[in-house]
Antibody, heavy 117, light 110 residues
């Protein structure tokens, strides 16, 4: 069974940093690209970032470019999102998702990031 | 990277059909056959219902169908059931390894 479990969320002050992790299991992790998608409470889905199978290709939404870094460790079956210069508008549930071609076929339940002073 | 356009709400009675639309541009929806649709119930993670415009993952009822014409994609839910009440999001590949989502449509089963 495919499982994606996010962790690392919490409350952080504006301008602060946070690192999210996503532990993957139930599939061959390095066969798949992965993505981060966020959802502000009561709002819609926003694609944040994606990474290919070996980490050689990454992409970011304009809203986070230059502030967030996506990475992966295939030996640990883990996906990461390093977030810095956090703003109030970054407050959201952050989901990791497995990418198959250009759709997201499995999603984690998400970890909540609150940016507040 | 502009969000795709969806109407905020749609509704239908049990047994009826409802179509949800998603409008983009030639740089996303119109440029690639990589439109997908996600269903999200409250407090749950999204679930892919349609991918590559019209393909259904295993386990998704054939009441769900997808179509694209030009820069607009559509999701049709036929034979509406109570459990279809949820938020629906479209998504498209937009080139340069970028993905964009629509703003979401809340489907109400009357």
């Amino acid at each position: 069974e495919v499982q994606l479990v996010e962790s690392g969320g919490g409350v952080v002050r504006p301008g602060g940093s946070l690192r999210l992790s996503c532990a993957a299991s139930g599939f061959t992790f390095d066969d798949y690209a992965m993505s981060w998608v966020r959802q502000a409470p009561g709002k819609g889905l926003e694609w944040v970032s994606g990474i290919n199978w070996n980490g050689g290709t990454t992409a970011y939404a304009d809203s986070v470019k230059g502030r967030f870094i996506i990475s992966r460790d295939n030996a640990k079956n883990s996906l990461y999102l390093q977030m810095s210069s956090l703003r109030g508008e970054d407050t959201a549930f952050y989901h990791c998702a497995r990418r198959s071609a250009w759709h997201l076929d499995y999603w984690g339940q998400g970890t909540l990031v609150i940016v507040s002073s | 990277q502009s969000a795709l356009t969806q109407l905020p709400s749609a509704s239908g009675s049990p047994g009826q059909s409802v179509t949800i639309s998603c409008t983009g541009t030639s740089s996303d929806v119109g440029g690639y056959n990589y439109v997908s649709w996600y269903q999200q119930h409250p407090g749950k993670a999204p679930k892919v219902m349609i991918y590559e415009v019209s393909k259904r993952p295993s386990g998704v009822p054939d009441r769900f169908s997808g179509y694209k014409s030009g820069n607009t994609a559509s999701l049709t839910v036929s034979g509406l059931q109570a459990e279809d009440e949820a938020d629906y999001y479209c998504s498209s590949y937009a080139g340069s390894n970028i993905v964009v989502f629509g703003g979401g449509t809340k489907l109400t089963v009357l």
